[in-house]
């Protein structure tokens, strides 16, 4: 039905979009260019001799396989030229669609120094108004063609069709240059457009018997009748505009009444991914042309504020352009650039360690605070894949008092009610939360790219859900996830929205002022939302590319253990404390925890040049970490030879060491403890060297045995307590048997006088899946992968392959589908836990791979472990919030106990769970197409383990899961003799369930520093008790500031802890 028999509206849109070609005035062709394909030094130097390069004219093509190219113009300004008013029109390339994720880019110098990016979402340049008419001023261009981006569904489709061979590479982009034109801009008209056209945006989105509508077309309709297009572009033309200009300014933007509205605080945002679908480099170069376009607009818009967290970013621009770095520096301190967000990079927050979250805001907030003066007390992470609910203490005891996401809004089945909230943590810390609540353009989601149009700023407020306690709220605006930022068009509409009928009123603000403001307004009215806030999406993030999440496991952990090996010898024998080497692998684990390279979801040559990043860091955390433990084996006071054993733990450990047997080793020895007790032991070959293979008995936490080869005259035959056959094993602690296939059908727990697995089932069961999920492949596992089911149940090659007095071990081989999976089943003669040494060639495609255990156990939760402590989770469907959670993430262990049993599986590289009822399952592979066709595929080594044990998870099953993946570490004593004790503890825990997670130096000084959590959700008294001189000791928050002095006695801190909660201390001692 038409309710506008003149068609108003639709004229006044066509001839808006008209007018829109004539707010250029006047303009000149330029060409031809100097072009060089690929990288030259000196490039954007007026100075630098291009005669040899080639001629370059708009229409030709650039790019493809030549993906950097360099175009240079000498540019001689026209005596027409016009200060502050003249602009560079340019468009390098004819595919527009891209916007900043995969389109063509650009960076423009202008004498040399970095002007503005170009890109399809910025295509304008406004020369500087210091040029005057007749000047020549050099312009160089650095351009980057883009690539075609594979991420989508339909492109898997498409992949499928198009490509069985699957190349990772990216096909890059064959760009023609479109357009590069002098441009005179005519204001009046400038000005007549983004009045019009913001204003017509408004009276869309009103009833159409609404006055305010009626008013805003009537007051438009009005002032475009005063147009002359008889001769367009004319003289007569410019002043009709200029009428045109006045009358819809008077009648509508000073004389109509916006009235009492909520406020949406607009801040300038470039979501930029440090990899996705491209390597670091190109983020590097994307960095530099959006911070540049940022600082281009920031001298044309005074009000502008433009926000950008990670310092990674801050960091790689200080380092590849140190001008335009001083230009932002000075924005920071003037107000109008925002840094903030506190971490490194914007980091996973499910897979992620705590102490990595905590390094995270510890180098975050330090480098802000010492290149920028900057205090970052706000986390902004608006598209990390879920937050655990360790976070809340985390940042509270980091000087961060806020967070702000978007994308909770992604949940597939539940919206999160509350937008406005304090976030409760698992000890009970709360930090005031406030979700963008502005829609995104083709989903149901929030988005943090938005476009400051009338629809985003009224659905902003429509969505939020307190308005009854709070009447401003914040907007992100700006083209993001491959950067580029707020655009000129975005700008000039935020102006006019500032005071517009209808509308909630726009402000350009910080969001850390937004924040103040909202703590005081809600202090004590907003609702709370406790514990973690688990995104109901992505949910194939914590398994996708497991070799990469394997690495930051280990490398987590060796830090640990370096840092804790590297205090030692500083405090005990005056050793210098590698603190830059620690550092620098710090960063590159920090820099791999970005939300698209750890969750799995980038191209593959980001992985390729992560997994190279990995064995680098490796390299030097193992140099720091062997350095350190040969220097203590040094100052032992042991006989030479001797096997020195460390333990990193905060416990007493009895554990399996593997030890490199010396080369000097007698050839019959017997193994002695410290307390002269002979150890049972194999010599086995690993790696073409043979290793000593023994369970420790005691070693001190923190702290160190001395074992000691004793010379024999004949080996002695030492009794196997195990019993391994290709159909049963047994061991002090269990029976086991197998069937054909390899699987358990019985697991009897002789202390426990019980059986473990299910009545009827099989464990170590592996189960394969059909996964394809609606619309991001790597990304994702939906709710109906399970309709797809192939079981491993064929008959396996099953074979003994050791049975001696510390260890056993049955390999069983299997063809799985295409792929084969070799495990050893090991088994120990002195530790209750049973470990699945798997690798796997893994040749499936879009196919997921889990392995289960039903249990003999009834519980209708679970317990899973996540950063500093751990959470419970349901074990049934009742209702769309417990099946929404049909996967979830852990760290180390997850454990199903009932009243007085129950059974932990742990493991030490895998995070993607699902229990549900009786059945444990662990998700070992995904193997998506799209975004890396090669995703997981190849080989993989992992291990994962069975741990029943008696009470629940309380009982064993945290160190037990710590042990798994923090071996006892084992080096040999070149020379006899020692300043140090043969056995010593350098921390010791008094009181339970407290666990010593780091010890290092201080940031800032040569004292110790040391930090615990308790893990059991108790509270009581705990003692840290130190085995040197402890001469001073203060309380710190997490970045080792804000010193609170702690009274000492017998070099032991005595405390009160509460329920998951995180101490530190700093300690003057040695």
């Known amino acids: 039905m038409i309710t506008d028999y003149t068609f108003t509206l639709d004229k006044l849109e066509q001839r808006v979009a008209e007018l829109e070609m004539f707010i250029c005035a006047k303009n000149q062709p330029l060409g031809p260019f100097k072009r060089h394909v690929g990288e030259v030094g000196g490039a954007a130097s007026p100075g630098l001799d291009d005669s040899a390069w080639e001629d370059f004219r708009v229409g030709q093509s650039w790019g493809g396989d030549a993906r950097r190219n360099w175009f240079r113009l000498e540019l001689a300004l026209p005596d027409w030229f016009v200060p502050g008013r003249t602009c560079l029109r340019l468009i390098p390339g004819g595919d527009r669609s891209g916007g900043g994720l995969a389109g063509f880019e650009t960076l423009v110098y ?78 009046q008209a400038e000005q ?17 018997d609404d006055y305010r509508r009626i008013a805003m077309t009537n007051a438009l309709d009005d002032a475009f009748r005063l147009l002359d297009w008889r001769a367009p572009g004319s003289p007569a033309f410019r002043d009709s505009v200029a009428q045109a200009a006045d009358s819809l300014r008077r009648n509508l933007y000073e004389s109509m009444d916006a009235g009492q509205a909520p406020t949406v605080i607009g801040t300038g945002h470039a979501h930029i991914d440090v990899a996705w679908l491209w390597p670091l480099q ?136 509350v937008d406005t909230f304090y976030w409760q943590g698992i000890d009970g810390t709360e930090v005031l939360t406030h979700f963008v609540t502005t829609p995104s353009d083709h989903s149901w989601w929030a988005t943090y790219n938005g476009l400051v149009s009338a629809r985003d700023i009224k659905a902003t407020w429509d969505l939020y859900q307190q308005k009854r306690i709070n009447d401003e709220i914040l907007t992100s605006y700006g083209y993001g996830d491959g950067g580029g930022g707020p655009t000129k068009e975005m700008l000039e509409r935020a102006e006019r929205f500032a005071n517009m009928p209808a509308m909630p009123r726009i402000k350009l603000g910080h969001p850390e002022a937004f924040f103040d403001r909202l703590a005081q307004r809600v202090a004590d009215k907003a609702p709370k939302w406790v514990g973690e806030l688990y995104l109901e999406y992505h949910r194939g993030t914590y398994t996708t590319q497991a070799r990469n999440k394997r690495a930051n496991r280990k490398s987590e952990l060796l830090y640990r253990d370096a840092e804790l090996l590297a205090a030692a010898v500083t405090t005990l024998l005056g050793r210098p404390y590698p603190r830059q080497a620690l550092n620098q692998g710090w960063e590159l684990i920090l820099l791999n925890q970005f939300h698209d390279i750890i969750p799995g979801s980038s191209i593959n040559e980001v992985y390729r040049e992560s997994l190279q990043q990995y064995a680098q860091l490796r390299q030097s955390g193992e140099r720091v970490r062997d350095e350190a433990l040969a220097a203590l084996a040094g100052a032992v006071n042991a006989a030479q030879g001797s096997i020195l054993v460390f333990n990193s733990a905060s416990w007493p450990r009895r554990d399996l060491v593997r030890a490199e047997l010396p080369a000097d080793a007698p050839a019959a020895f ?56 290709p159909g049963e094993i047994e061991t002090p602690f269990w029976r ?11 697991l009897w727990d002789k202390r426990a006088g019980r059986e473990v697995v299910a009545e009827g089932e099989a464990a170590n069961r592996f189960l394969a899946f059909e996964d394809k999920p609606l619309r991001f492949d790597a990304w994702d596992i939906d709710i109906f992968y399970q309709e797809k089911e192939w079981a491993a149940d064929d008959p ?51 196919t997921l791979l889990k392995v ?84 997981d595929a190849g080989h993989h080594e992992f291990t994962y383990s069975l741990y029943p044990h008696q009470g629940d998870w309380r009982q064993g ?101 509460a329920p998951y909660e995180i101490r530190t201390f700093i300690l003057r001692a040695g």
């Open 110 to 187: 202008l004498d040399g120094a970095e002007a503005q990016g170009i890109d399809p979402r910025h295509l304008e340049l406004l020369l500087p108004a210091s040029w005057q008419a007749g000047e020549t001023h050099h312009l160089a261009i650095h351009a980057y063609c883009g690539t075609y981006p594979g991420w989508k569904t339909w492109e898997v489709r498409q992949l499928l069709a198009d490509s069985p061979e699957m190349d990772p590479n990216p096909a890059f982009r064959e760009q023609v240059w479109q357009k590069a034109d002098l441009c005179i801009i005519d204001p």
């Open 192 to 208: 007549l457009y983004y009045d019009a056209s913001t204003a017509l945006e408004v009276i869309r989105l009103l009833e159409v």
């Open 282 to 417: 190109v983020t590097r170069e994307k960095t530099a042309r959006t911070f540049a376009t940022a600082l281009h607009l920031m001298e044309q818009y005074p009000d502008y504020v433009f926000t950008q967290s990670q310092t990674q970013l801050y960091k790689f621009i200080k380092e590849d352009h140190p001008a335009l770095y001083e230009r932002i520096k000075r924005k920071v301190a003037d107000g109008q650039w925002a840094a903030t967000g506190a971490m490194w990079v914007e980091a996973d927050c499910n897979i992620s360690s705590g102490e990595s979250l905590v390094r995270q805001i510890l180098f975050g907030k330090r480098f802000f605070q010492r290149e920028m003066g900057v205090n970052a007390r706000l986390l902004w992470l608006p598209d990390v894949f879920g937050y655990s609910a360790a976070l809340p203490q985390i940042l509270k005891r980091s000087g961060v008092d806020y967070f702000m996401t978007t994308k909770i809004s992604w949940n597939q089945f539940n919206r999160v009610p």
């Open 670 to 725: 017997q193994l002695i403890a410290p307390d002269e007790t002979p150890l049972p032991y194999q010599v086995i070959e690993s790696r073409g060297r043979k290793e000593l293979l023994f369970a420790a008995q005691g070693v001190p936490p923190c702290g160190w045995h001395a074992y000691r080869l004793q010379p024999v005259s004949q080996p002695s035959d030492a009794n196997s307590p195990l019993r391994v056959t």
């Open 736 to 746: 086991i048997r197998l069937n054909a296939a390899g699987q358990i059908t019985s």
């Open 796 to 846: 396996a090659e099953v074979a003994v392959v050791e049975q001696g007095p510390v260890r056993g071990q049955l390999q069983v081989k299997r063809q799985f589908l295409g792929s084969t999976i070799t495990q050893r089943i090991v088994v120990y003669a002195n530790m209750p836990r049973i470990d699945f040494e798997t690798e796997v060639d893994w040749q499936e495609r879009q």
């Open 852 to 935: 289960a255990f039903p249990v003999a156990v009834h519980s209708p939760r679970a317990t899973y472990e996540i950063q500093y402590g751990n959470v419970e989770r349901p074990t049934h469907w009742n209702t769309s919030w417990d099946w929404a959670r049909f996967e979830t993430c852990a760290h180390k262990w997850a454990d199903l106990s009932e009243g007085g049993y129950g059974v932990s599986l742990l493991n030490d590289c895998k995070y993607g769970h699902d229990i549900r009822g009786h059945t444990m399952r662990l998700t070992l592979l995904k193997s998506p197409l799209l975004p890396d066709p090669k995703a």
């Open 957 to 1057: 099953t945290i160190p037990t899961a710590y042990e798994l993946n923090v071996p006892l570490l084992a080096a040999a004593k070149g020379s006899a003799g020692g300043s140090l004790p043969a056995s010593h503890a350098l921390v010791q825990v008094e009181g339970e369930g407290v666990i010593v997670e780091a010890v290092k130096m201080a940031e800032d000084s040569d004292e110790l520093v040391v930090r615990a959590y308790e893990c059991h959700n108790h509270r009581g008294p705990v003692a840290l008790r130190f085995g040197l001189p402890v001469h001073e000791a203060w309380e710190c928050n997490l970045l080792e500031e804000g010193r609170a002095p702690v009274s000492v006695a017998d070099n032991a801190l005595r405390f009160d802890i």
